[in-house]
């Protein structure tokens, strides 16, 4: 019966959040594309999922509560896992969950390994494998601990960092040397699918005296704990039950203080509008009164200029019929003056004062006309500017109900709720620490009450030698030149090729050496049938590799080319490989292959979807 695992998909989810996911192929994903779009985030969520005690969250993660892994397990079934940033317990529904979720989970997992109970991801990851109960050594001289699924994690699952770092594949960079031999017996659990053995011995009289002083000063440390504990009453489950309904309040809290803020804002804008139309009203009436005053002085002047010429028509006349003299409208020297002169020249100015007067009435007709006009239009406009000065009063009163009776209350409860949020978080952080150091003095008593295992003996040289093979026959499908043998030195945890270790290399060969160390040892043990997790992730293996001599062009139609065709077709379990350059054409339509652009109007923007907070700077 097969014992691996299977990468179903990885899943960011949050309310009023766009869904941000990755889907795995059961043979070969590969995510590449421009830098600082989400790649390695990829693998660090797959190990946060895994176990990993905190996830760096990069800002376009901002507002997703909820991050699930899809999970196949061996035998058929799918679970999901499901973990809040930045918590410390890992939800686990019997089901392929890829949305929101807010239902109660089917089980609920401590997210570090303890050895003193089963409900944590690492037993319960390592009981479907078939290794759960497995010792691995801890010294020379026979001590042991129970293996988690983190020992075997770090052989699986290559960061971007590790692939080129100096230390052993077999390693970890803050490793000590218990840790150092727990890791390489790690890698013995693996390929001879049996852990530590255990005799009658038993720890030294000094062994015990110094296990003695951890265990009193962990009791100390425990109980300072405690002591800060402000509820005494609640324990770890019911302070999470208690953080989980508050975060499901909190966001439909958020909710609903986004939609308030929405229609304070739509307030605010209809307001401004109205303000705006109002000082249009305000200045098209300022004009026409002005207006008006002005065509009032000029109907003034017209009707003062007809006064004129009416007394200049009679005083003409009367000035014509009785004075005697100069003629008064030419000045002609009564010699000069034919007869009827005078009635002459009173006609004359008669007409004139006629036409003037017969003129000026049309101009003053036209002028009562538009000055109408303009009166009817100030009416309108005047009317206008009430109804939208109503409105806009109408509008102030909305805002203002809006922030007393909505936006305000709504702020209090959510500062509470956030209030209370840090509270629970604070107790649970002391939960947690207190859980860790028990586990920590859990493993002390488990060490001083079993009985110590015979000194290691290590890997059996016929399965090392099958080991080495193996990645030697990774490295020739990878067309990687090398002209000495390939072996793992099992007490210096280091891989030589010939006589030259891995660290002794440059990065690129490092990286290439690393990436086919894991390979190699999923697929022996996939292929011995040893319980393994099935699946790698390797992060950057090739991006700084170059063979010598070889150009660019090259470059990408020989060892990339072969390295993606075998993960493809000869790799037996599961491969995840972040990239940033491109893989080769013909690979692209048999692996699930994301490509991350970093482009608004790219194939994907990046591990999350584009918004208006994640929009590249113009």
Not at 165 to 178: A, D
Not at 582 to 601: G, N, T
């Amino acid at each position: 019966m097969m014992t691996e695992l299977r990468l179903l998909h990885l899943t960011f989810a949050g309310m009023g959040r766009e869904t941000a996911r990755v889907v795995f192929d059961p043979r070969l994903t590969i995510v590449y594309g421009a830098s600082d779009t989400g790649k390695s985030f990829v693998t660090e969520s797959i190990d946060y999922m895994l176990g990993a005690r905190k996830l760096n969250l990069i800002p376009e993660a901002e507002g997703y509560s909820q991050i699930l892994l899809g999970i196949a397990l061996p035998d058929a079934s799918v679970v999901t896992l499901m973990r809040a940033p930045q918590s410390g317990r890992v939800s686990v529904f019997e089901d392929d969950v890829r949305d929101l979720v807010y239902r109660s989970p089917d089980l609920v997992l401590s997210a570090q390994h303890s050895p003193r109970t089963t409900k944590n991801l690492s037993r319960y990851l390592m009981e479907r494998i078939g290794l759960d109960g497995s010792l691995l050594a801890t010294n020379d001289s026979g001590g042991t601990k129970l293996a988690g699924f983190r020992d075997l994690l770090h052989l699986c699952l290559i960061s971007e960092t590790r692939m080129v770092s100096k230390v052993s594949p077999v390693l970890r960079t803050s490793s000590g040397t218990s840790g150092q031999t727990a890791h390489k017996s790690a890698l013995k659990l693996l390929l001879t699918g049996e852990g530590e053995q255990v005799s009658p011995s038993h720890l030294n009289q000094a062994q015990r005296r110094v296990h003695k002083g951890k265990i009193s000063l962990l009791d100390e440390l425990i109980l300072g704990l405690q002591r800060q504990l402000a509820s005494r009453e609640a324990n770890q489950s019911q302070l999470q039950q208690q953080l989980r309904r508050l975060l499901e309040h909190q966001d439909t809290r958020a909710e609903s203080l986004r939609d308030v803020t929405r229609r304070h804002a739509q307030a605010a804008s209809d307001r401004a509008t109205l303000s705006v139309a109002l000082a249009g009203y305000a200045q098209r009436l300022a004009e026409t009164d002005d207006l008006l005053g002005r065509f009032e002085l000029l109907r003034a002047q017209y009707e003062s200029d007809l006064a004129r010429l009416g007394m200049v028509s009679e005083a003409g006349s009367l000035l014509g019929y009785f004075r005697s003299g100069p003629c008064v409208f030419c000045g002609a020297e009564p010699h000069h003056q034919q007869a009827g002169h005078d009635a002459m020249e009173t006609t004359a100015l008669h007409q004139a004062v006629t036409a003037e007067s017969t003129k000026t009435r049309m101009l003053l007709a036209d002028l009562l006309v538009t000055i109408e006009d303009l009166r009817s239009q100030r009416e309108s406009v005047a009317e206008d500017q009430a109804v939208q000065a109503a409105l806009a009063e109408q509008a102030d009163a909305e805002i203002t109900r809006i922030e007393h009776e909505e936006l305000t209350p709504l702020q209090d409860e959510v500062a509470e709720v956030m209030a209370a949020r840090s509270h629970l978080e604070n107790e649970l952080g002391l939960h947690a620490r207190i859980e860790e150091l028990e586990d920590v003095r859990a493993q002390l008593v488990f060490e001083e009450a079993q009985p110590g295992g015979q000194p290691s003996r290590g890997i059996p040289p016929v399965m090392l030698t099958g080991f080495d093979r193996t990645i030697e026959r990774t490295l020739d499908a990878w067309r990687v030149r090398r002209e000495e043998e390939v072996g793992y030195d099992q007490y210096a945890a280091e891989l030589y090729v010939g006589e030259r270790s891995r660290s002794g290399h440059g990065k690129g060969m490092r990286a290439v050496l690393h990436a086919a160390f894991t390979t190699a040892l999923a697929d022996y043990c996939l292929q011995q049938r040893r319980s393994h997790p099935g699946f790698i992730v390797l992060d950057s293996p090739l991006v700084t590799f170059r063979e010598p001599g070889e150009h660019e062009a090259d470059l990408r139609q020989s060892v990339p080319r072969h390295f993606y065709r075998h993960l493809l077709n000869a790799f037996r379990g599961q491969a995840i490989v972040v990239e940033n350059t491109d893989p080769p054409s013909d690979i692209l339509d048999q692996a699930q292959v994301y490509m991350f652009s970093r482009e608004a109007h790219g194939q994907r923007f990046g591990f999350f979807p584009l918004t208006s907070s994640s929009s590249p700077t113009q």
